[in-house]
Nanobody, 115 residues
Framework: QVQLVESGGGLVQPGASLRVSCGVS????????MDWYRQVPGKERELVAQITNRATTDYADSVKGRFTISRDNAKNTVYLQMNSLKHEDTAVYYC?????????WGQGIQVTVSS
C-alpha cells in the first residue's frame, strides 16, 4: 500500500516563502515521478509542478520562477519550495503519483496567503 503524507502548510503573508513536504511510504519512491497539485473551492484541481524519477522538472506557468519542486530519494520525500507567495496561491496542496496505472493522493494540506 502506497501512502503519501503532506506536511508544512500554513498561513503566510504575501511575498513570503513556505516549503511543503510529502513523505511517501514504500520502496518505490526512487522510480516514480511525483507531482504537486492544488485546489481551491469551486475549481478543478490544478497541476502545479512535476518531477520525474531522474529529477527533470516542469511547472505551471502561474508558478514558474517562484516555485521549485525537488526530491530526496534517500528520505522518500518530495518538496515544493514556494517563494514570493501571492494571494492566488491560497489552496489545498496535494501530493500525487501514479503507480502501475493507479493514482495515489495525499490528504492535502492548506496553504493560505493573506495579509
Amino acid at each position: 500500500q502506497v501512502q503519501l503524507v503532506e506536511s508544512g502548510g500554513g498561513l503566510v503573508q504575501p511575498g513570503a516563502s513556505l516549503r511543503v513536504s510529502c513523505g511517501v511510504s514504500g520502496s518505490i519512491f526512487s522510480v516514480t515521478a511525483m507531482d504537486w497539485y492544488r485546489q481551491v473551492p469551486g475549481k478543478e484541481r490544478e497541476l502545479v509542478a512535476q518531477i520525474t524519477n531522474r529529477a527533470t522538472t516542469d511547472y505551471a506557468d502561474s508558478v514558474k520562477g517562484r516555485f521549485t519542486i525537488s526530491r530526496d530519494n534517500a528520505k522518500n520525500t518530495v518538496y515544493l519550495q514556494m517563494n514570493s507567495l501571492k494571494h492566488e496561491d491560497t489552496a489545498v496542496y496535494y501530493c500525487h503519483t501514479v503507480l502501475w496505472g493507479v493514482d495515489y493522493w495525499g490528504q492535502g494540506i492548506q496553504v493560505t496567503v493573506s495579509s
